[in-house]
């Protein structure tokens, strides 16, 4: 038996699912570090962004009394709490949901999968922020927060709860959290936990969660007895698409070299926030070059874990055999569906295998008139 097989025999089935929210359903992440900015600002300090995990996942009060005592603020935990509530209600309009969480949402209340939702933040605080997001609210038959309960994650109160009020076994539930907090919570419940963190090459430290994916598009419903995601199209996961070009640029000079595999870098300048919003990947799509015309292309976003990279790149491999190269030229993408997770590989060998597969799924998925209608959108060509 195989090692994977050996582990999905061994995984449980669960019958609910129990969410955390920020940091896993919504963006937070940007929005705190915005606020953060500005409040320490007000006490000439500069809010560090390296130092975002220390509050992931904390409850308000531990994660306000972090930044006093880091920055040694000249006010209290409370006093701090009070300048900075109103600074996030400001924001909550601003919050977007992660890719893939109202594909979740939608696909566990079309089964009638019971859910709940869990934060550390009050209640009041939750409402407010699922108000700006259309059927939410009704997803969920139970939403606790950290007001709720006596101690807060990585306390399992919050988690049983839930299960409590959702009239389930804790064994039945199975918990989706991007916090290290939140997944100590759900083990120490005794439930399954999928850990989805937030913060880029962090996945190392959550040894404690049942598994680990890398976004919400990666979930397997299907792996803990939940019924299986159906918008799955030949090996590719359709996407609202998205828009992205500039000229061709300068890589690290070894996709042709070491992979045999040229990739048109484009720079990620001008594209933090869109590069920030997608989950690193390999996506699919169609590339325009303005003087040679429009071509299937498949690429990869991010760290590419082989090499270990310390930026999130964008590697387009344009799927036709050119004889020159083209910096300096106008690439321009629609990006229209997903495939997989960025991964390590035992062998160069492996890689470059896996990458040709990409690039086969991708050419066939292509020709799907769900995917080549966008071959003919003007944006590839005007330029
Ligand atoms: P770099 O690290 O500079 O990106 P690569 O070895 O990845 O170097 O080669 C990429 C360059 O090769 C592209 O910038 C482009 O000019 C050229 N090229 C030729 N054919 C292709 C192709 N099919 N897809 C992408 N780039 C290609
Ligand atoms: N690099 C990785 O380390 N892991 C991957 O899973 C991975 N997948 C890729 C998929 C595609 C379709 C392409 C074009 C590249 C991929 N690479 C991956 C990136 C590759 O390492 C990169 O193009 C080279 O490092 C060139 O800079
Ligand atoms: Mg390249």
Same mark, same amino acid.
């Given at each position: 038996m195989t090692e994977k097989m050996a582990t999905a025999s061994l995984t449980k089935l669960v019958r609910c699912v129990i969410l955390d929210l920020d940091g896993t359903l919504l963006n937070t992440d940007g929005i705190v570090g915005n606020v953060l900015k500005v409040l320490? $600002?007000?006490?000439?300090?500069?809010?560090?962004?390296?130092?975002?995990?220390?509050?992931?996942?904390?409850?308000? =009060?531990?994660? /306000?009394a972090a930044v006093v005592e880091d920055y040694q603020l #000249?006010? $209290?935990?409370?006093? =701090?709490?009070?300048?900075?509530? +109103?600074? =996030? $209600?400001?924001q909550w309009c601003n919050i977007k949901a992660l890719p893939g969480a109202n594909r979740l949402l939608k696909h566990l209340k079309n089964h009638g999968v019971p859910m709940a939702l869990a934060s550390n933040s009050p209640k009041e605080s939750i409402e407010a922020k699922i108000s700006y997001h259309d059927g939410w609210k009704s997803s969920f038959s139970v939403i606790i927060g950290g007001d709720e309960v006596r101690t807060g994650k990585p306390s399992p109160d919050m988690f049983l709860e839930a299960a409590e009020r959702l009239s389930m076994e804790p064994s039945s539930c199975l918990v989706i959290e991007d916090s290290l907090p939140g997944v100590t919570a759900g083990?120490?419940?005794e439930m399954q936990v999928v850990a989805v963190p937030s913060l880029p090459k962090q996945s190392h430290l959550y040894t404690a969660a049942d598994e680990v994916? *890398?976004?919400?598009?990666?979930?397997? +419903?299907?792996?803990?007895?939940?019924?299986?995601?159906?918008?799955?199209?030949?090996?590719?996961?359709?996407?609202? +698409?998205?828009?992205?070009?500039? #000229?061709?640029i300068k890589g690290f000079g070894r996709g042709s070299k070491v992979l045999g595999i040229p990739t048109a870098n484009l720079s990620t300048?001008?594209?933090?926030?869109?590069?920030?919003?997608?989950p690193s990947g390999v996506y699919f799509g169609w590339a325009g070059l303005s003087s040679r015309g429009v071509f299937k292309m498949v690429m990869s976003i991010g760290w590419n874990p082989y090499f270990d990279n310390k930026e999130k790149t964008i590697e387009p491999w344009i799927l036709y055999k050119f004889d020159e190269d083209f910096y300096g030229e106008e690439l321009r993408l629609i990006i229209v569906g997903y495939?997989?997770?960025?991964? *390590? =590989? #035992? $062998?160069?060998?492996?890689?470059? /295998?896996k990458i040709h597969?990409?690039?086969?799924?991708?050419?066939?998925?292509?020709?799907? #008139?769900?995917y080549s209608s966008y071959k003919n959108d003007p944006y590839l060509r005007s330029s």
């Open positions: 320490l $600002s007000r006490y000439g300090k500069q809010w560090d962004g390296r130092e975002a995990h220390k509050i992931l996942g904390k409850t308000p =009060f531990e994660a /306000a #000249p006010c $209290s935990t409370i006093e =701090f709490i009070s300048q900075i509530s +109103p600074l =996030f $209600s400001d083990k120490a419940a994916i *890398n976004s919400l598009l990666d979930l397997r +419903p299907e792996k803990w007895g939940l019924p299986p995601f159906e918008d799955w199209v030949d090996g590719t996961l359709p996407l609202d +698409p998205w828009y992205i070009g500039g #000229p061709v300048k001008g594209y933090s926030d869109l590069l920030a919003e997608h495939i997989r997770p960025e991964a *390590n =590989f #035992p $062998s160069l060998e492996s890689l470059i /295998a597969e990409d690039g086969e799924i991708a050419e066939k998925a292509l020709e799907l #008139p769900l």
